[in-house]
């Protein structure tokens, strides 16, 4: 069934098929319609001529007879001539009479229900009422089917003295035999017709599908993507299929007018994003060197014994945010990702420590179950992914308490995990799932590219981060790496 639904062609050719089989049962049924009714013919009229003959055979006795012709001297009459009439003609014959009653029988072999001694009222009636003075009554015994005929006997002056009842059995042997050679003959001439009708159903479907079918295997490479070919199918003159090639060719011009004026637009959008992009990964770098330099001016003291390595200090911090903003000119100069990403085995706990020296801040809390915890990832990109989580927690403090931001490295035996919790705001329910998505962003400045690089770059390195937040309690960003023991 589910075949004959998806094609085409398969509904052309069981509808073909079912169409000739439907033929055939209707024939074969209008053919044995026509047997039964020509036996119902042929036993009428039979019945007819056999009570003709037994009549004229009747009217030369009459004829002959010394005896008077009336209803008491029936039986007299007919006393040896029923026997002979009823041996001819091979039917019982039975006379009665004005009354219904029987006067003389031939006594055939019949049951005695079959030999009635009195005609019922019923049929005396039907009798007289008929317009040729006969009536027939229809009737089974043994399995066996029989008509008996009553009709009027009338003397040389044409007046009614008996009630003849002849009773005939329907032989149909012939018939059914007949039927039977019949339908074999013509069940060999359908055969051969179905067969002729599979053949010629099958060259008929596929001649009126393969432009169709042509016409769909183009519709399933069409693409936006690629220069389309349009069709040129010979139809041999069908006018559906001509418009349907005509659509076609029209939408594949249409298709490549509007994959011109798609391939600019996203030309166009790409430049955009990579503006907005290129701005926020230069903007990252910018802001930890803001506060190195202002912590700097702030808290150098020349006379200080550790002038020198606190200078250095400081000095690595901005190098390493210079690095970032020159790896991503790289980046963007060659058309690469940006920045370009190195695999590297890293010393997480060490970078992580890093990065946040660049905040020095005392609301940041700081912990770690191990020093020397190695990943392959990007050391640059790693900085970039947590000053951007750190800036995050930073921007989402809540102004009615002090801000607290916790950042952990934590680890197992197949992975580091790297989390920064704050007790800021929050993320509302309804915007939970869009966190990560790129252009998503909750704050009044800013394009949301922040957390959406952060989930690209640990995803090019097999990791994964994920969010754990209470709306007004504070969020928890994880990042869990691959660890390289």
């Avoid at 010629?200 to 936006?224: C, N, P, Q, V």
């Avoid at 970078?351 to 946040?356: C, K, P, S, V, W």
Wanted: hydrophobic share 35%; proline share 3%.
């Amino acid at each position: 069934m589910k075949m004959y639904r998806n094609s085409l062609r398969n509904r052309i050719f069981f509808s073909m098929i079912l169409l000739t089989l439907i033929s055939s049962i209707l024939i074969a049924g209008m053919s044995i319609y026509q047997y039964s009714e020509q036996g119902k013919d042929y036993h009428n009229k039979r019945l007819e001529r056999k009570e003709q003959s037994v009549k004229e055979n009747i009217s030369y006795v009459l004829r002959k007879t010394d005896w008077p012709v009336n209803t008491t001297n029936i039986p007299f009459i007919f006393m040896e001539w029923i026997y002979d009439i009823s041996d001819i003609h091979e039917m019982p014959i039975n006379m009665y009479d004005m009354k219904g009653r029987l006067i003389k029988s031939s006594r055939a072999n019949l049951t005695t229900d079959s030999l009635s001694y009195q005609i019922e009222p019923q049929i005396l009636t039907a009798l007289k009422d008929s317009d040729d003075y006969r009536y027939v009554l229809k009737f089974d015994e043994d399995g066996k089917k029989y008509r008996t005929s009553y009709s009027y006997l009338r003397d040389n002056k044409f007046k009614n003295i008996a009630i003849i009842q002849l009773t005939y059995l329907e032989n149909d042997d012939f018939i059914d035999y007949e039927l039977m050679e019949f339908l074999y003959r013509i069940g060999i001439v359908y055969i051969v017709m179905i067969l002729f009708s599979i053949l010629i159903a099958y060259a008929l479907s596929k001649y009126i599908t393969r432009s169709i079918r042509e016409i769909g295997d183009r519709i399933k490479t069409l693409s936006i993507s690629k220069r389309n070919e349009k069709i040129n199918v010979d139809v041999s003159g069908t006018d559906e299929i001509n418009t349907l090639v005509d659509s076609y060719n029209g939408m594949v011009d249409a298709l490549e007018e509007s994959a011109v004026k798609l391939a600019t637009s996203e030309r166009e959008q790409a430049w955009r994003e990579m503006a907005k992009q290129v701005a926020h990964e230069i903007k990252n770098p910018l802001t930890p060197m803001r506060l190195t330099v202002q912590s700097f001016e702030r808290r150098f003291d020349p006379l200080d014994p550790q002038a020198k390595e606190k200078l250095a200090e400081y000095s690595n911090s901005l190098i390493e945010q210079i690095d970032v903003m020159s790896n991503i000119a790289d980046a963007f100069s060659t058309y690469a990702t940006m920045p370009a990403q190195k695999s590297e085995e890293t010393n997480i706990p060490k970078i992580t420590q890093l990065a946040l020296d660049i905040f020095n801040d005392s609301q940041i809390e700081y912990y770690e179950d191990a020093s020397d915890l190695m990943a392959v990832f990007d050391r640059t990109q790693l900085i970039r992914v947590i000053t951007n989580l750190v800036k995050n927690a930073m921007q989402a403090a809540h102004e009615d308490r002090k801000p607290v931001i916790k950042v952990s490295i934590t680890h197992d035996d197949q992975h580091i995990y790297l989390s920064v919790e704050d007790n800021g705001t929050g993320v509302t329910p309804e915007n939970e799932f869009k966190i990560f998505e790129p252009k998503f962003t909750t704050k009044n400045s800013g394009m949301g590219l922040g957390l959406a690089m952060v989930k690209q770059i640990v995803e090019n390195f097999n990791g994964n981060i994920t969010m754990n937040t209470t709306y007004g309690q504070g969020t928890t960003f994880t990042v869990c790496l691959p660890r390289v023991k």
